[in-house]
């Protein structure tokens, strides 16, 4: 596999890209909503990017994961924080790997417990195209296609940078 990307130069292509995404939406005012915890760091650069006074709120999905019963907690569970209504907001969902899918409709499922949303932007820092759901973002940093035991992990906040590791069970 050739060298994994620099985050920064992805960031800047992604905040130009969602600007654009939310003019051809005619979407104003948004709210920034991170999954954690390399989605709170990506939503953090976007909104003081693209639109530094957007609130954000952050989601901990470990409670709507799919996987809960067969995996349990993982170590570290944080409080979602929210700290605006998302009912008829239009939000722009952050997440650092999109892969099986399953991450992102957890974190749906949680969004929805907290009200009906007008949409949701789904953006991606790194997509490994590995989908067991049909779910892909609407704004994405790059593509990537990994081996079957490895995967990517980002690693922050300062500096943001890509990771390759082996899969562990």
Partial sequence: ????????????GMAADLIAYLSRRGIKDPAFVGIHTGGVWIAEQLRNQCLPDAPLGTLDIAFYRDDFEQNGLPPRVRPSELPFSVDDRN????????MT?????AALNEL???GRPASVTLVALIDIEARQLPIRADVLGTSLTLPADQRIKLTGPEPLQLTLNPVTK
């Fill in 1 to 12: 596999m050739k060298a994994l990307p620099d985050v920064a130069p992805l960031l800047e």
């Fill in 112 to 114: 929805f417990d907290y």
């Fill in 101 to 105: 899918g399953r991450t992102i409709r």
């Fill in 91 to 98: 939000l722009i969902l952050v997440d650092d790997v999109l």
